[in-house]
């Protein structure tokens, strides 16, 4: 037994030596390696394979890789993609292919990838894509023979470029502290200018993207700032179900024809969006059931919400709950907007309205759209990928570009219809009435565009 035991040990690190590599613990390795560069080129003909897209990514730069011995290696690798300016469709190696003139949208990548090198395969598990703007590196002969071909109209763009940024500091009223600070943001606001453009290219639906007030923002300052992380990163409270009508949904319905919404509200610099959401759908609830529509306090969630983060994120199912064990809601006159957290001072004398409990409502498009039109405006979540630069018209992200699962902000949904045959939802936004058509976001009906039909949610008013 003993000598069984010894030999097994011995066995078990002898292959540990032949790896070089513990079973099961992830280690570094370099992406220069030609494993992880032969996984790479599996990961990126799948990913060109099943997304969406027309045009062929290339392998451009492995960020990181990772590899574990299991049954076979399994590699985790960050990589960014480049878009080529060949289409899908046409017989020719993606290497061969232009890549699509700099700055312009990438991909970056999450790969997981198996192979078993002795039955010769290599499959994908797992990829997650998202777009990304990417500052190419490139040759000091391939950047002056492009500027020989392209340099007029270079600098008609640029002039272009300055003549709406003055526009845009204009409309509004930015002002930086320093000529370097507007330097930095005039380069931000041209590369969000492609980045929009970008997305008027790809959009399915009838939006027009393009300057908006988050134009000088970098994507991540943008992220921090206005969206919401906690929504895709922890599970909702479970809530009772709510019961569908048993009837279809009409055509079109809108709660801002008949006075259950009120006005478009800013969250300001603060990524309260779940206080928003929440505190319009309740205000709904109210009108409905006791008839008159009041504006209510989002800072009574932000300030005395304890299990939410504040300005750093919530979730509407805990924020239903901290109303229920507060005993209601202040007005909005009473407990007015700052932006940022302050310590409760909620006066449970100066409570406007209350709620009993709170509802999941379905997954389902149509039921979601027979709920609203027969109870009240909804609370959702939604992925805000497509919002930034989003000015009018109806947003219909690719679905790839606009990942389902991948929730970053929670919004009011108040009606639904049809623009020119096109289904859309009408999304109550809170970042004022100067973004979007005076404040509203219309996204594609009918295919789950951008998860919004993922956290649906609704108060329940006694
Ligand atoms: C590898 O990728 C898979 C799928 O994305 C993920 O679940 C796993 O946590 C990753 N492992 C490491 C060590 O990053
Ligand atoms: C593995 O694949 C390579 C290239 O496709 C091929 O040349 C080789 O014969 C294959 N080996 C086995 C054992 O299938
Ligand atoms: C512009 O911003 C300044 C400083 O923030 C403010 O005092 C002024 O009222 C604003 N003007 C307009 C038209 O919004
Ligand atoms: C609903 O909540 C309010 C305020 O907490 C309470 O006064 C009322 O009795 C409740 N209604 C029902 C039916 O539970």
Same mark, same amino acid.
């Given at each position: 037994?003993?000598?069984?035991?010894?030999?097994?040990?011995?066995?078990?690190?002898?292959?540990?030596?032949?790896?070089?590599?513990?079973?099961?613990?992830?280690?570094?390795?370099?992406?220069?390696?030609?494993?992880?560069?032969?996984? %790479?080129?599996?990961?990126? $003909?799948?990913?060109? $394979?099943?997304?969406?897209? &027309?045009?062929?990514? $290339?392998?451009?730069?492995?960020?990181?890789?990772?590899?574990?011995? #299991?049954?076979?290696?399994?590699?985790?690798?960050?990589?960014?993609?480049?878009?080529?300016?060949?289409?899908?469709?046409?017989? /020719?190696?993606?290497?061969?292919?232009?890549?699509? *003139?700099?700055?312009?949208?990438?991909?970056?990548?999450?790969?997981?990838?198996?192979?078993?090198?002795?039955?010769? !395969?290599?499959?994908?598990?797992?990829?997650?894509?998202?777009?990304?703007?990417?500052?190419?590196?490139?040759?000091?002969?391939?950047?002056?023979?492009?500027?020989?071909?392209?340099?007029?109209?270079?600098?008609?763009?640029?002039?272009?470029?300055?003549?709406?940024?003055?526009?845009?500091?204009?409309?509004?009223?930015?002002?930086?502290?320093?000529?370097?600070?507007?330097?930095? $943001?005039?380069?931000?606001?041209?590369?969000?200018?492609?980045?929009?453009?970008?997305?008027?290219?790809?959009?399915?639906?009838?939006?027009? *993207?393009?300057?908006?007030?988050?134009?000088?923002?970098?994507?991540?300052?943008?992220?921090?700032?206005?969206?919401?992380?906690?929504? @895709?990163?922890?599970?909702?409270?479970?809530? =009772?179900?709510?019961?569908?009508?048993?009837?279809?949904?009409?055509?079109?319905?809108?709660?801002?024809?008949?006075?259950? #919404?009120?006005?478009?509200?800013?969250?300001?610099?603060?990524?309260?969006?779940?206080?928003?959401?929440?505190?319009?759908?309740? &205000?709904?609830?109210?009108?409905?059931? =006791?008839?008159?529509?009041?504006?209510?306090?989002?800072?009574?969630? #932000?300030?005395?919400?304890? /299990?939410?983060?504040?300005?750093?994120?919530?979730?509407?199912?805990?924020?239903?709950?901290?109303?229920? =064990?507060?005993?209601?809601?202040?007005?909005?006159?009473?407990?007015?907007?700052?932006?940022?957290?302050?310590?409760?001072?909620?006066?449970?004398?100066?409570? @406007?309205?209350?709620? +009993?409990?709170?509802?999941?409502?379905?997954?389902?498009?149509?039921?979601? %759209? @027979?709920?609203?039109? !027969?109870?009240?405006?909804?609370?959702?979540?939604?992925? %805000?990928?497509?919002? !930034?630069?989003?000015? =009018?018209?109806?947003?219909?992200?690719?679905?790839?570009?606009?990942?389902?699962?991948?929730?970053?902000?929670?919004?009011?949904? /108040?009606?639904?219809?049809?623009?020119?045959?096109?289904?859309?939802?009408?999304?109550?936004?809170?970042?004022?009435?100067?973004?979007?058509?005076?404040?509203?976001?219309?996204?594609?009906?009918?295919?789950?565009?951008?998860?919004?039909?993922?956290?649906?949610?609704? %108060?329940? #008013? +006694?």
């Amino acid at each position: 037994m003993a000598v069984c035991l010894f030999s097994s040990f011995f066995f078990f690190s002898s292959l540990v030596l032949v790896f070089g590599n513990p079973f099961g613990r992830w280690t570094y390795i370099s992406p220069d390696e030609l494993e992880v560069k032969g996984a %790479a080129e599996v990961a990126v $003909r799948e990913f060109n $394979r099943v997304n969406g897209l &027309e045009e062929m990514y $290339r392998n451009l730069r492995i960020m990181e890789a990772t590899k574990q011995i #299991v049954s076979g290696v399994k590699y985790n690798l960050t990589v960014v993609l480049e878009r080529t300016q060949c289409k899908k469709g046409q017989d /020719v190696m993606p290497d061969t292919c232009l890549h699509v *003139y700099t700055p312009s949208l990438g991909m970056k990548c999450y790969f997981s990838i198996l192979t078993v090198p002795w039955l010769n !395969q290599t499959k994908v598990l797992h990829q997650m894509c998202s777009q990304e703007r990417l500052i190419t590196e490139i040759s000091d002969t391939e950047l002056s023979s492009r500027e020989n071909a392209y340099s007029p109209k270079l600098k008609n763009e640029m002039l272009e470029t300055m003549t709406l940024f003055k526009d845009f500091v204009t409309t509004y009223n930015k002002t930086y502290s320093d000529q370097k600070e507007a330097t930095r $943001r005039l380069q931000i606001f041209s590369e969000n200018l492609q980045k929009a453009q970008k997305l008027q290219e790809m959009d399915q639906g009838t939006a027009e *993207y393009g300057v908006t007030k988050y134009s000088d923002l970098t994507e991540d300052e943008f992220r921090s700032l206005y969206l919401n992380p906690l929504l @895709s990163s922890q599970p909702p409270r479970p809530m =009772k179900k709510a019961v569908v009508p048993q009837i279809s949904p009409p055509a079109e319905w809108d709660w801002r024809d008949h006075g259950a #919404v009120t006005e478009v509200k800013n969250q300001g610099m603060c990524g309260s969006c779940w206080a928003f959401s929440v505190i319009g759908n309740i &205000e709904g609830q109210w009108f409905l059931k =006791k008839g008159s529509l009041i504006s209510l306090s989002e800072q009574e969630l #932000v300030d005395c919400d304890k /299990v939410d983060k504040a300005c750093g994120g919530g979730l509407p199912s805990n924020a239903y709950e901290a109303i229920e =064990k507060l005993g209601g809601v202040e007005t909005e006159r009473d407990y007015s907007y700052q932006g940022h957290k302050e310590p409760c001072s909620f006066s449970a004398n100066k409570v @406007s309205a209350y709620i +009993n409990s709170s509802m999941e409502i379905s997954k389902d498009e149509n039921e979601i %759209a @027979s709920w609203l039109a !027969q109870n009240g405006p909804i609370s959702i979540a939604l992925n %805000a990928f497509a919002m !930034q630069f989003y000015r =009018k018209g109806i947003s219909h992200p690719f679905r790839i570009l606009c990942n389902p699962w991948m929730i970053d902000h929670a919004v009011l949904l /108040v009606g639904f219809g049809e623009r020119n045959g096109i289904p859309f939802w009408a999304i109550k936004n809170s970042w004022g009435t100067e973004w979007g058509e005076q404040g509203y976001y219309y996204l594609y009906r009918g295919s789950g565009a951008c998860g919004m039909n993922t956290m649906c949610s609704s %108060a329940v #008013v +006694n």
